[in-house]
């Protein structure tokens, strides 16, 4: 599959940490009906993905607020737990942020994302992509080469919508 405008992403079984310990999200349940940043990145606590990926959609939450965008989510092939720790480290959770895992890597594979640079310990992570969705149809997507954090990152985004 590929990440394009008009597109639909497919049904994906995501994890999180609920209040409870780990759950199971539906992504289209999270997609229907409403407007929803997603970005997806290589792994929770990697070197862009806590100095710039993240921070990039943490400046601007507000402004991607100002258009529409009920909710920002961050989709990466970790599990709930880390998701977690890493959220609350990096600011992201109290910038309303929402960290959901693809554990095992289907959603990523499902989209064509996945990469793998064994060299850096990452296997069977995630491409760098940032995407809107109104009610599960994707209205802008940018996907950066592998190993480059440049027009995946908030401030690229907003700029496209």
């Not at 100095?51 to 599990?79: L, M, Q, W, Y």
């Not at 995630?126 to 950066?144: C, E, K, T």
């Not at 440049?150 to 907003?158: A, C, H, K, Q, V």
Request: charge should be negative; hydrophobic fraction near 40%.
């Amino acid at each position: 599959m590929q990440l394009h405008k008009g597109g639909h992403l497919p049904e994906a079984s995501l994890v999180e940490m609920g209040a409870n310990g780990p759950q199971t999200v539906q992504l289209s349940d999270q997609l229907k009906g409403r407007k929803v940043v997603v970005f997806g990145l290589p792994g929770a606590y990697t070197g862009p993905c806590s100095t710039v990926h993240v921070p990039s959609f943490i400046r601007t939450a507000d402004e991607f607020r100002k258009k529409g965008v009920e909710e920002i989510i961050c989709i990466s092939v970790n599990d709930p737990f880390v998701l977690k720790a890493w959220g609350e480290a990096t600011g992201g959770t109290a910038a309303g942020i929402r960290f959901l895992g693809d554990a095992d890597g289907s959603l990523t594979k499902a989209l064509g994302m996945e990469f793998t640079a064994p060299q850096i310990g990452l296997i069977g992570r995630s491409n760098r992509y940032a995407l809107v969705l109104d009610d599960g149809v994707i209205s802008a997507a940018s996907i950066d080469k592998p190993g480059e954090c440049n027009i995946s990152t908030g401030e690229y985004l907003l700029a496209e919508i």
